[in-house]
């Protein structure tokens, strides 16, 4: 599990890796990720409570979701999180749960290879990334296409 160590009236500076194994556990799926997860930044004394900045940072490999093509992007998280001082136990709090959420949260609804990805044809199946086809691409809802009669 991943801790910080805190330090009184002051600010720490913190940096470390962690598999995804150690982030999400056995129960959520870490398909994907590539490599260890490195965090870095620094815990704050706010008097109250601990303050807990940093920047999460990571890979991830994934099919696109419009070229189904496989492709890696490099992501980065910040995050920033209050802590009760009572949570700290020998000077130590557990960020687990604070990583895990941060990176699931973080993941996007649509991963695309880049980001004016042109997917495949929907005729063909063709990358179009790759380059056009010469697929008549001109879909007629089949509602209408009895007007495609008397406009010719």
């Keep these: ?6 330090a009184r009236g002051n600010k720490v500076p913190f940096e470390f890796s962690a598999t995804t194994e150690e982030l999400f556990g056995e129960d959520l799926s870490t398909e994907g990720f590539i490599g260890d997860v490195k965090i870095s930044g620094e815990v704050e ?5 601990f303050v807990i900045r940093g920047r999460i940072d990571c890979t991830k490999a994934f ?3 419009r070229c189904l093509t496989q492709a890696t992007k490099n992501q980065v998280h910040e995050f920033e999180e209050e802590f009760d001082k009572a949570e700290a136990v020998d000077d130590l709090i557990d960020v687990t749960e604070l990583l895990r959420d941060e990176l699931l949260a973080g993941q996007p ?4 290879c880049k980001a004016d990805c042109k997917g ?5 199946g ?6 056009e086809c010469d697929c008549d691409k ?3 809802d089949p509602r ?4 495609k009669t008397i406009m010719n």
Excluded: E, F, R, S
């Excluded at 609804?109 to 695309?112: E, I, Q, R, T």
């Design 144 to 147: 209408l296409a009895a007007l």
């Design 63 to 65: 099919t696109c979701d």
């Design 45 to 49: 004394d706010a008097g109250k409570c």
């Design 109 to 112: 609804m649509k991963n695309l």
């Design 138 to 140: 001109v879909i007629v």
């Design 1 to 6: 599990m991943p801790k910080v160590q805190t």
């Design 120 to 124: 495949l044809c929907p005729v063909c």
């Design 126 to 131: 063709a990358n179009l990334n790759d380059g």
